[in-house]
């Protein structure tokens, strides 16, 4: 594998504005790698430890404090940061010949021969480093959970060649993080054996495989044309012709798995108001979206995180509050 520097992109122009015009040139290349100026996508990582750690809250005798609750989601937020940094990272890497033919991507650093692949990798092996340093730093019972979490991130972007169902794979990926969110807070799924919590932390998951095939679809919409050129599959290509059917019922989906994660733990009605506020943005996020228009997919992409999850985490804070 050549670890040359392609000529620079003629359509790339370093950052006028935001944070990454502050940062000096030599580091660009690399913070738009971790994509730090888009932190949308951080959230999306960042929510299945944030709903893992109130599920496992609701559990525990006694309730943690609010102060506990605060200090462990901070150290889970870090932790969503370098995963997600390093879960773009390698995608850009594996993806880097894929990203010079669709015009949204071409720019990206790898793409555009602003970082050799080389530097990729010693970069990827740095986060994966501070990433376990977090993790034995905060808490090292996480560490047996995390490997799964990598092995299913490593395999995502081999996904997009081979099936049309590659955001199935990132969804169990992410979910994953509701097992992280659960040990954060001392409840080890393993130990919970065959109970209704399993099943409560089971649905739970399984809604947010349902959320992250919905949001990922919508946000694979943007490209769909440049994809369809250069060989990559989706479900956004595989169910075009019928796609929001097929992201109702994703909708639904997710919904009933809340219903269920509530009804297995025994939830308190603020637990499934904050339900049906999730399933009202859902529906109205899925009616809503002109997949036909990049600007709306990346809209319902961006705000559809803070609006859904959100609606979401209001309902398990509830149910912490009710249970205090």
């Known amino acids: 594998m050549s670890s040359a520097i ?18 000096p040139a030599a580091w660009i290349p690399y913070a738009e790698l971790m994509r730090v100026h888009k932190p949308a996508g951080v959230l999306y990582v960042y929510f299945p430890f944030l709903f893992g750690s109130f599920f496992a809250a609701c559990l525990s005798n006694p309730i943690p404090a609010p ?4 200090f462990a989601n901070v150290k889970l937020l870090a932790v969503a940061f370098v995963l997600r940094s390093v879960g773009c990272t390698w995608n850009d890497i594996v993806d880097r010949n894929l990203d010079r033919k669709v015009a949204r991507c071409r720019d990206r650093p790898l793409a555009r021969g602003a970082l050799s692949p080389t530097s990729a990798y010693i970069f990827t092996a740095n986060q994966y480093l501070m990433l376990f340093a977090l993790l034995v730093r905060y808490s090292s019972q996480c560490l047996p959970y995390i490997p799964p979490l990598i092995a299913l991130g490593t395999i995502y972007p081999f996904a997009k060649r081979i099936t049309s169902y590659a955001q199935l794979v990132l969804g169990f990926t992410l979910s994953w993080g509701t097992l992280v969110g659960c040990i954060m807070m001392k409840v080890f799924p ?12 089971l649905a739970l998951s399984l809604s947010y495989v ?4 919905t949001y990922d679809t919508i946000y694979a919409f943007q490209d769909i044309k440049d994809d369809m050129q250069a060989g990559i599959l989706s479900v956004a290509i595989r169910h075009k012709n019928h796609i929001k059917p097929f992201l109702f019922v994703m909708s639904l989906m997710q919904t009933g798995f809340l219903v269920l994660t509530g009804v297995m733990i025994g939830a308190g009605p603020a637990f499934y108001t904050g339900v049906l506020g999730t399933a009202v943005l859902l529906f109205q996020m899925v009616a809503a979206v002109d997949v036909g228009n990049p600007s709306s997919c990346w809209w319902w992409f961006k705000y559809g995180a803070l609006l859904v999850g959100g609606s979401e985490f209001l309902s398990l804070l509830g149910e912490y509050l009710r249970r205090s």
């Open 67 to 70: 102060g506990e609750m605060l």
């Open 190 to 201: 393993l130990e919970l054996g065959i109970s209704p919590a399993t099943w409560g932390l």
């Open 6 to 23: 392609l000529p620079a992109s003629p359509s790339y122009t370093s950052p006028a504005a935001g944070f990454l015009s502050c940062l």
């Open 210 to 213: 349902c959320w992250t095939i």
